[in-house]
């Protein structure tokens, strides 16, 4: 299970990076390859500062383990209690110069708790959401557009329980309104097979880029002031 992921999410990551470098015309992430001082994990930091378009962004990969869970994480899921973890993933936000391209975020990430003897405990989650400064109503609807359409294949009430997952989880109650115009949210996604599951978070990784790059392309010449 964890080379398979891993595989895929080192490959979107590379993926995203590389679309991103094409639209900036020039400007290249930076890479910082690490491993903690515990060898207990790794990963691949990608960061894009002063770019053409992207004032600043990270599409970064990481991978942590560990021998035993803490006991926060075993409070409310007593089952993961002496079990050893691994948990990897990608995270992106890209923060554009031009005010007219709304910020975006996207992850997606996989959990597996394992012990000698015990079949193994296991969920993903992740999502992506967009926050304009300026709204556009076809903008809007291309990324919801798109967000249906990687939710389609895995049944018609996926993607209205998982806008509205996300929706709910980044509503501002001290505005009293919600960050940006949303997109998908999920978490302890283990509904069905592996293969099944892991069909899902791929999709939604990989409609990430057809979700948000054509609204860049459309909005990246506007002219704005910089005031």
């Known amino acids: 299970m964890i080379d398979l992921v891993k595989k895929y999410l080192i490959e979107l990551q590379q993926s995203i990076c590389s679309e991103v ?3 900036e015309g020039g400007a290249k992430f930076a890479q910082d390859s690490w491993t903690r001082d515990d060898k207990r994990g790794s990963g691949l930091t990608n960061i894009l500062s002063n770019g053409n378009i992207f004032e600043k962004g990270g599409i970064n990969y990481s991978i942590i383990t ?8 075993t409070a409310l899921r007593p ?8 948990a990897l993933g990608v995270s992106l936000v890209l923060h554009p110069e031009n005010p007219f391209i709304p ?14 003897g015990k079949n193994p405990i296991w969920w993903f989650g992740g999502g992506f ?22 939710c389609m294949p895995f049944g018609e ?5 998982y806008k509205k997952w996300c929706d709910d989880y980044f509503y501002l109650g001290h505005r009293d309104e919600q ?3 949303g ?45």
């Open 129 to 150: 959401d967009l926050t304009p400064y300026y709204g556009f109503d076809e903008d809007a609807v291309h990324w919801h557009q798109t967000a249906k359409k990687a």
């Open 157 to 161: 009430d996926v993607y209205p329980k």
């Open 103 to 116: 910020t975006a975020h996207a992850n997606v990430r996989f959990f597996i708790a394992e012990e000698q």
């Open 21 to 23: 470098e094409l639209i």
């Open 79 to 86: 089952e993961l209690e002496g079990r050893k973890y691994t």
């Open 183 to 227: 997109g998908l949210f999920f978490d302890d996604f283990n509904s069905g097979s592996f293969d099944e599951c892991f069909d899902f978070m791929k999709s939604v990784g990989n409609h990430f880029s057809e979700a948000y790059l054509p609204i860049v392309r459309k909005r990246m010449s506007t002219p704005y002031t910089g005031e």
């Open 66 to 73: 560990g021998d035993k869970m803490p006991k926060s994480a």
């Open 179 to 181: 960050r940006g115009i």
